[in-house]
């Protein structure tokens, strides 16, 4: 199967798995809210992540599944909150209004709350031997020293001069937390060996640093169309990006060196790393 194949089958598993969720007990126009931004599309790269994780180190894709669909729906609280007013102000994700455009935003910000918490009720739904390590890599990932702590600093060091250490603890705590923890929770519930988990974790770690690098590229240079939301916000912003600490060619190198040091680390799998490490490379050069 090829990668492209093989991509749209792990994303067919979690888009079909989330359709189908049920969350009983929300109000018709919470759950809405909540299908709205969770069915609006996207790559589904969490959810693929802990899939193929799994599968990489012998394990079922059917075992990781509440796991997959958890993350996604942890992501796309993320963006809810991230779109308000009070944060980044975004009007449109991917090609369509956003979620307090729509429905307003207490009931965006109630159904950023729903999806989080809903993400973990199925998480601990799960009856796998393996499942509480696993719903731990995601909460670590998602809290205060994770994609809050990156998202904080985002949000408090707008318009302060670029410094790539700032920088890169924005990166690593906003992209590469939720990056890593689908691929350890997927190894996690593979029953994957130590070091085999530790090495999951460094190709997640490199993996979220050329994806943000490569989603700051994009707001420079990238196609609105495409991207389906506005671009130039973080420089008109001040945002604290990789280019603007060291420039556009720099940062497409620096991208390239993380892509290669997550490839490398998954040199313990051997063939069966062939997937991620695809993905990792196509991760390069993408437009949207």
Known sequence: MTYEAQYGAYKRQVEETLSAQAMAGAPDRLRDAMRYSLLSGGKRLRGVLTLASCEMAGGKAEDALPFACAVEMIHAYSLIHDDLPAMDNDTMRRGKPT???????????????????????????SHHPKALPALAEMAKAAGVGGMLAGQTLDVTLEGTAPQIGLVKAIHEGKTAALLTAPVAAGLILAGAEKDQIQAGRQFGYHLGMAFQI????????????????TLGKDEAEGKLTWPACVGPDQAKKDAEMHVSAAVNALSCFGESASFLISLARNTLGRRQ
């Open 214 to 229: 490569e989603d700051d590229l994009l707001d420079l240079e990238g196609d609105q169309a495409l991207m389906g939301k």
């Open 99 to 125: 979620s307090h455009v729509v429905y307003g935003e207490a009931l965006a910000i109630l159904a950023g709350d729903a999806l989080l918490t809903h993400a973990f009720e199925i998480m601990a739904q």
